[in-house]
């Protein structure tokens, strides 16, 4: 349990609330409810083990703080998560009441180990080790099958190492939802791509060749396709887009779409992931307390890339 002041707001609420779940407990010594909700409270912080961090503001010395947040009672408490406030409650509930609360929005012991696994594995891959960083990925996933954010990473990884048939294992699934998650229907085009690659003739077919084929008939659109997939099992993406909209432009509608389908796909292979949240990030609390931040930071070029490709597959169905 820390006190929080205005001057450390911003690193032990606002910044730790972007790696674990922020508990803050307003309160004022003159309060009796708020004598006999504390002690619950650290005595959950502890029961929980780690799994959120309680912080203590009093609202008398505080009172800036407590006007951002619009705490009009005490004791009220607010938790934090990713630099914003996600669900609070007033007055002092009994524990069994406090544990329900806090159930709804912490991750369980098996979704903490499986989000170190997750972790591991990342580094592990950052290093090279493949092999290893698939081991850890497929412990994470052991221990929380519903994690779709593992399974995806854990399916993309093992499809880059041509791990085929055990990525279409772990792929299926996913694949019976409905409706189908997109990314995952973007492995599963991904992998078709690739097998296409290795069982069809034209796998082995040179761009030459493709681009011969295609100059007896710009609207051949079954090699040109076929191209799109053999550029895309070399992970020459951009290239396989720029075929594909070759197809769009002459023909949006051919075979159910499937241009389009790919572009999509594609692009959905390509997006990089979505960054947490960081301290740098200006906004606000749903309490109107300022985060101060920088600009945001310039676009990467992959995402660049992504939003120029979906500008230009726009433009063509418009």
């Known amino acids: 349990m820390i006190d929080i002041t205005e001057q450390n707001f911003q690193t032990e609420v606002i910044e730790a609330s972007l790696t674990i779940p922020v508990l803050i407990d307003f309160w004022a010594p003159w309060c009796g409810p708020c004598k006999a909700i504390g002690p619950v409270l ?58 329900e609360f806090l159930d709804k929005h912490l991750p369980s012991p098996e979704e903490l180990a499986a989000a170190a696994e997750a972790d591991e594995a990342q580094d592990l891959l950052a290093e090279g080790d493949t092999d290893a960083a698939l081991d850890k990925l497929a412990e994470a996933l052991a221990a929380n099958p519903g994690n779709d954010d593992t399974r995806f990473d854990y399916i993309k990884l093992l499809i880059g190492a041509q791990r085929f048939e055990e990525a279409e294992s772990a792929l299926a699934p996913k694949l019976t939802d409905i409706p189908v998650v997109l990314r995952f229907a973007a492995l599963a085009q991904w992998l078709d791509a690739l097998k296409f690659a290795a069982t069809d003739p034209r796998g082995a077919w040179s761009a030459e060749q493709f681009d011969a084929k295609i100059a007896e008939n710009k609207r051949d659109f079954d090699t040109r396709y076929a191209k799109s997939l053999v550029l895309m099992a070399f992970g020459e993406w951009t290239a396989a887009m720029d ?9 949006k509608k051919w075979s159910d779409e499937a241009a ?44 660049e890339l992504v939003s120029r490709y979906r500008r230009k597959l726009s433009m063509m169905l418009n």
């Open 42 to 99: 650290e005595k959950l912080e502890q029961d929980y083990a780690g799994a959120f961090k309680l912080v203590k503001i009093n609202s008398d010395d505080e009172q800036h703080l407590a006007a951002a947040f619009g705490i009009r009672s005490i004791p009220t408490c607010i938790l934090m998560m990713d630099g914003k406030p996600v669900d609070g409650f007033m007055g002092a509930l009994p524990e069994g009441k406090l544990r």
């Open 243 to 251: 075929e594909l909209l070759e197809i769009v432009l002459r023909d």
């Open 260 to 303: 389009r389908k790919t572009i999509v796909a594609i692009l959905e292979l390509l997006t990089p992931p979505k960054p947490k949240a960081g301290a740098d990030a200006g906004t606000k609390t749903a309490g109107g307390i300022e985060i101060a931040g920088k600009a945001s930071p310039k676009e990467d070029p992959q995402a």
